[in-house]
């Protein structure tokens, strides 16, 4: 509860000094130094399934047979202001497409940093969100080999962003440096205009570090989480009022309620680089609560630079390790309640084979071709989901072309 | 195999073949981009720094942990301001660094678009990145021998 307070405050702190900051930017022209860049992808991908679609993030419009320009394509936008050494003010907004299918841009990162001494910052205002490795970075596609990050893991959390403060201390331990994180906040996010989550209470930390050929990567994060919409709603009307002829369903009832739940979420990952080569692993593990399932997922990419060309391959995988046991039918309304359910309790379990190239053909610029492999269970980790009982469990090839830049 | 998915492959395929013939002619071009290179590296590069640095000299390994974003601060304390300069950029990058120019873009680019640090300042002539370090506190760059006055503090030589 004290967690939450503090939350709330800070949050309302970081928004009124951000608002503060950017008033005050004008007057302090003749000392701050303003920076625009940015970055994006002009992306093609194309499945050779109708059955369900290939999906990135919040949702939308998804990649089937008829290929679309849509799923990977995005555009960023950042503005860095230094006052002095000690502060700076970062304001990033991101178009990619939303679960509406339009591209309408959206704040992804607005903060104000401090500088407390050499080794000691703080930020307050709007950051990526903190739970993959390389989160913070999941639509700059100029800055990774592979074409999209791999989804089994980087689908798992759509919550892309939260408002509130981080606190980051650099040390040294022997031969690393080591950035420890620690932060906290609220989110709010939407999937598939189905369900919408919001994250209160988000605590975390991170831990990385640097060797001269070895990174690494720990992160754990705690939340509440609740979820609410007309169809979730509905759902637990529906179901309470059923469980009152039929028992069984009342915990399942329960699922659907809008109450805080809490999850939790650990992470680790690592890098070995050579000359030419690198090797990365990340692993994740979720656990959920309601309809959020427990899940584990991981990656293992490998890299090889020849001059401009860096051929990669990856391997992925995410695994449902909760399951919901369904009541057994019994009478024809229980049964088609129990469809329903199916359908809300689908597993997410998903593999992935990929294949593709980099090729650093400017500078600045990257062009990228990838093929992947997916074998899924139902609608996988970041399919469609199917709108009637039947599943699409078929194996996806899916062929995706992508040129990134920064500016 | 169903009769939908032959076409995808097909395309997969032309599209992987296409690929393997553009790395074999871009490789041909690269090698001799790297002849010529190395024609050119007779100069000495010279690393400086603001005379009220506290440091004397930097390791090769301290540089690498600097430029590439790996840490903000000087084995002696404050945080450095980066400069580069462009027609050095390339051989700073493979001989100290031992990254090619898109790894190091890749790499900065991460750090700012994540807003963890801003990239070095980029400058494209020689007396500028001199006048810049001899002005700036915590100033660190690189020029050739020749350019280097008595305004700077040189730590670190390569060639």
């Known amino acids: 509860m004290a967690a939450s307070i503090n939350c709330k405050h800070a949050c309302k702190g970081a928004g009124l000094l951000l608002a503060l900051s950017l008033l005050l930017a004008p007057a302090t022209q003749a000392t701050a130094e303003v920076m625009l860049s940015g970055f994006g992808t002009l992306g093609y991908a194309q499945s050779n399934s109708d059955n369900s679609p290939y999906l990135r993030g919040e949702g939308g419009e998804g990649a089937d047979s008829d290929g679309t320009f849509k799923v990977d394509t995005r555009l960023g936008i950042q503005m860095d202001s230094h006052f002095n050494e000690r502060f700076s003010a970062t304001l990033q907004g991101v178009a990619r497409q939303n679960y509406e299918g339009n591209f309408k841009p959206k704040a992804q990162w607005a903060f104000i940093k401090t500088q407390l001494s050499d080794s000691q910052s703080l930020r307050l205002g709007r950051m990526s969100d903190p739970l993959f490795r390389n989160s913070q970075t999941r639509d700059v596609g100029y800055v990774s080999t592979d074409l999209r990050m791999p989804q089994e893991l980087y689908n798992q959390s759509n919550l892309s962003y939260f408002d509130g403060l981080d606190y980051t201390h650099h040390f040294a331990l022997g031969q690393s440096d080591i950035a420890a994180r620690l932060y906290t906040g609220e989110s709010k996010s939407t999937f598939s205009g189905i369900f919408v989550f919001r994250l209160e209470d988000i605590a975390g930390f991170t831990l990385d570090g640097q060797g001269n050929n070895t990174s690494w990567r720990l992160g754990y994060n705690h939340a509440s989480i609740s979820y609410s919409s007309p169809t979730i709603n509905a759902a637990e009307t529906a179901l309470s009022a059923a469980s009152g002829f039929f028992p069984e369903l009342q915990v399942y009832a329960d699922d659907f309620s809008d109450r805080k739940r809490t999850i939790q979420a650990i992470n680790l990952g690592a890098t070995v680089e050579g000359d030419a080569w690198s090797a990365e692993a990340e692993w994740l593990t979720i656990k959920g609560s309601g309809v959020v399932p427990d899940t584990n997922a991981w990656y293992a990419i490998a890299r090889y630079q020849f001059a401009r060309w860096t051929p990669y391959a990856y391997v992925a995988s995410a695994r449902q390790t909760s399951r919901r046991s369904l009541p057994a039918p019994s009478t024809a309304t229980l049964n088609a309640l129990i469809d329903l359910l199916r359908l809300a309790y689908l597993p997410i379990d998903q593999d992935t084979l990929a294949l593709g190239v980099r090729w650093d053909f400017a500078r600045k610029f990257a062009l990228k071709a990838q093929v992947d492999w997916v074998s899924r269970a139902s609608h996988g980790v970041n399919f469609a989901r199917p709108v009637s009982n039947t599943v699409n469990n078929d194996d996806v090839v899916l062929a995706s072309i992508a040129l990134d830049f920064v500016f | ?159």
């Open chain 2, 1 to 159: 195999m169903d009769t939908t998915r032959s076409p995808r492959l097909s395309l997969t395929s032309a599209l992987l073949c296409t690929l393997a013939w553009c790395v074999i002619q871009d490789l041909g071009k690269e090698a001799s981009a790297t002849d010529s290179g190395n024609g050119l590296a007779q100069n000495d590069i010279v690393v400086i720094v603001n005379p009220e640095n506290q440091i004397d000299s930097i390791t090769s390994r301290d540089l690498r942990k600097l430029y590439l974003g790996k840490t903000r601060k000087f084995s002696k304390g404050g945080l450095a301001a980066l400069a580069t300069l462009d027609p050095l950029r390339s051989r700073f990058n493979e001989v100290v660094l031992r990254k090619s120019d898109a790894q190091i873009d890749s790499i900065w680019s991460r750090l700012q678009f994540s807003g963890r640090a801003r990239p070095p300042t980029a400058f494209d002539n020689p007396q500028a990145v001199v006048e810049y370090v001899e002005n700036t506190r915590n100033a660190i760059g690189f020029v050739s021998r020749a350019e280097i006055t008595s305004a700077v503090k040189p730590v670190y030589v390569f060639n």
